[in-house]
């Protein structure tokens, strides 16, 4: 099974930062990951297509460089989602 690392509100959604699922492309895994987390699919996937602001890392990997979620997933593979992240903290500067 390959090990899925959520980031961000995708870990607030599931419930957990970390899941096992089968599945030998990155689409498989999310498939299969459907039934139990159907909030977190429909945050990463708009019908069967990546949404443009979700990022998707196999073994470090965007699979964007590679076959998009056709992209093969190993048992022993790692597949980190994140979310849009933003924000941070502008210093004000005090004259």
């Known amino acids: 099974m390959a090990t899925i690392k959520l980031f961000g509100n995708l870990r607030q959604i599931a419930g957990k930062s970390t899941i096992h699922v089968d599945g030998q492309t990155v689409f498989e895994l999310l498939e299969n990951f459907q039934p139990q987390y159907v909030l977190v699919v429909d945050a990463i996937l708009d019908e069967a297509r990546l949404k443009p602001y979700i990022k998707i ?34 210093k004000k500067e005090t004259f």
């Open 57 to 90: 890392m196999v073994n470090g990997i965007d699979i964007s460089l590679s076959r998009g979620l056709e992209t093969t997933v190993r048992d022993d593979d790692v597949v980190a989602i994140f979310p849009p992240i933003a924000g941070g903290m502008i």
